[in-house]
């Protein structure tokens, strides 16, 4: 794991960093495309909904910001992102808080 990302600042991140990085967030990406299609319903019992929506908007615009998913593997969970988005920005735009 070292190998991939240094401790120590004096050893270089390797020359495919980025590529590695690609694939764990496109697999963390299948993670959550998992938990939203098959335990949802658990994640709203529990009352977390809101909780796991924040992660997954945080964790969308890293990675669109960087460029580190395909959208053809962000289409998984198109609909839901583009709700969740849309109800971000009606929040702010109609005066909600964030």
């Known amino acids: 794991m070292r190998r991939f990302f240094p401790s120590n600042t004096s050893v270089p991140f390797p020359k495919d960093f980025r590529q590695i990085c690609k694939k764990i967030l496109t697999r963390l990406f299948r993670v959550f495309v998992h938990v939203y299609i098959h335990h949802f319903d658990r994640i709203r019992e529990l009352g977390a909904e809101p909780h796991a929506n924040t992660l997954y908007k945080h964790f969308y615009y890293f990675v669109t910001e960087y460029g580190l998913v395909s959208t053809k593997e962000l289409d998984a969970l ?3 992102t ?3 988005l849309d109800s971000s920005q009606s929040r702010r735009t109609y005066g909600g808080s964030r």
């Open 78 to 80: 198109k609909d839901m």
């Open 82 to 84: 583009e709700r969740l």
